[in-house]
């Protein structure tokens, strides 16, 4: 069974930076791509970020790309999501996710291709 263990949401003002990490346990972390997906109120939840087993490989979706930063670190089985220039629509509950295939050759970005997720942590951004 792995544990995903999210962390760093809260309140922040428009323009301003926030780190989420996540931790996880319970299998060999770095042999796993990971995701980070996050869903404001009424709507579904959306991929964020991806990064492959070594970390030498990322993916964002449009709407954050050159502002949130994924990396990892695998001797700390973390993952991380920096995020700058944060705006109100960045409002959500971020999860992060473990993809369920091992060393999978691509990064993915549907919901269905990960199979583990942590409980989430709150990200408002007010105006």
């Known amino acids: 069974q792995v544990q995903l263990v999210e962390s760093g949401g809260g309140l922040v003002q428009a323009g301003d930076s926030l780190r989420l990490s996540c931790t996880a346990s319970g299998r060999r972390f770095s042999n796993y791509a990971m995701g980070w997906f996050r869903q404001a109120p009424g709507k579904e939840r959306e991929f964020v970020a991806a990064?492959?087993?070594?970390?030498?490989?990322?993916f964002y979706a449009i709407a954050v790309k050159g502002r949130f930063t994924m990396s990892r670190d695998n001797a700390k089985n973390t993952v991380y999501l920096s995020m700058d220039s944060l705006k109100p629509e960045d409002t959500a509950v971020y999860y992060c996710?473990?993809?369920?295939?091992?060393?999978?050759?691509?990064?993915?970005?549907?919901?269905?291709?990960?199979?583990?997720w942590g409980q989430g942590t709150q990200v408002t951004v007010s105006s």
């Open positions: 996710a473990a993809d369920s295939v091992m060393t999978r050759a691509v990064l993915v970005t549907q919901r269905n291709e990960y199979n583990y």
């Open positions: 990064i492959n087993w070594s970390g030498g490989n990322t």
